[in-house]
């Protein structure tokens, strides 16, 4: 039922707009919709499917994927999960075009709890509460 009693919308037309939160079930029917369609992209060799050429390519080769994506997920992210594809295959290209020029992936890790360091920068061990307690004794005499 709608805001107004001659107004009559669905779940699906809530979570679409955004008025609505989807549930984890609803969730994950968006994400299989998801799947199915990017599945259906690959296929034909389509990584774009929000601009041209790419989004005629899409409508002709995978309407019924995209129509079920786009009723089964709000509208948000839909542009979302089209933009993070496009993103996510400039990534890969880009490490694939690293990796053939001779790049060597460093290992790299860091927390701001102090646990890790960052490979290469002469981080620092951390320091001890019994080293604390030693510097703070020393200091007062």
Known sequence: MGWLPFTSTTRG?????????????????????????????????I?????????GAAARSCPEASA??????AAAWVKYFKQWRV?????????EQLQAEGAVEAAVTSS??????????????QATKEDIQAMLDKKRG
């Not at 707009?17 to 060799?45: K, N, Q």
């Not at 079920?68 to 997920?73: G, I, L, M, N, T």
């Not at 701001?112 to 061990?125: E, L, R, V, W, Y």
């Open 112 to 125: 701001f709890a102090g646990g890790g360091s960052i490979a290469g920068a002469g981080a620092k061990p």
């Open 13 to 45: 037309d809530e979570i679409r707009s955004g008025a609505a939160i989807p549930t984890r079930s609803e969730r994950a029917v968006c994400w299989a919709a998801r799947d199915a369609y990017f599945s259906c992209l690959d296929a034909h060799g």
């Open 47 to 55: 990584v774009d499917a929000s601009k041209e050429p790419g989004a």
């Open 68 to 73: 079920a994506f786009e009723r089964d997920c």
């Open 87 to 95: 993103a996510d295959a400039q990534k890969r290209r880009r490490i």
